[in-house]
Nanobody, 120 residues
Framework: QVQLVESGGGLVQPGGSLRLSCAASGSIFMINAMAWYRQAPGKERSLVAAITSRGTTNYADSVKGRFTISRDNAKNTLYLQMNSLKPEDTAVYYC??????????????WGQGTQVTVSS
């Protein structure tokens, strides 16, 4: 019903930048919140950044000042701008949408993940 397609990951040198995108397909009645998570090898999946329906943003302390989450509701797309990347940012990044659909009501959906590798 709702599919999230991620793009923008890749290999970048320390100090570089990447922009991740997450585009949704399907009939969405309302977007409640959107977020980015990441999971590094041997670690639990953790919240990186989130944005609410009112536009309020929250960031993990480790990325505050370097990452920016934004959305374009008209295009059903979520973005994560990542600047001043560090090796510890290396992880698989997942987008997550808390949405309401016309037929199934409120639900939570995940993207398939995109690999971000920060290395010299």
């Amino acid at each position: 019903q709702v599919q999230l397609v991620e793009s923008g990951g890749g290999l970048v040198q320390p100090g570089g930048s990447l922009r991740l995108s997450c585009a949704a397909s399907g009939s969405i009645f309302m977007i409640n919140a959107m977020a980015w998570y990441r999971q590094a090898p041997g670690k639990e999946r953790s919240l990186v950044a989130a944005i609410t329906s009112r536009g309020t943003t929250n960031y993990a302390d480790s990325v505050k000042g370097r990452f920016t989450i934004s959305r374009d509701n008209a295009k059903n797309t979520l973005y994560l701008q990542m600047n001043s990347l560090k090796p510890e940012d290396t992880a698989v990044y997942y987008c997550n949408w808390d949405v309401s659909t016309y037929l199934r009501g409120r639900g939570n959906y995940w993207g398939q993940g995109t690999q971000v590798t920060v290395s010299s």
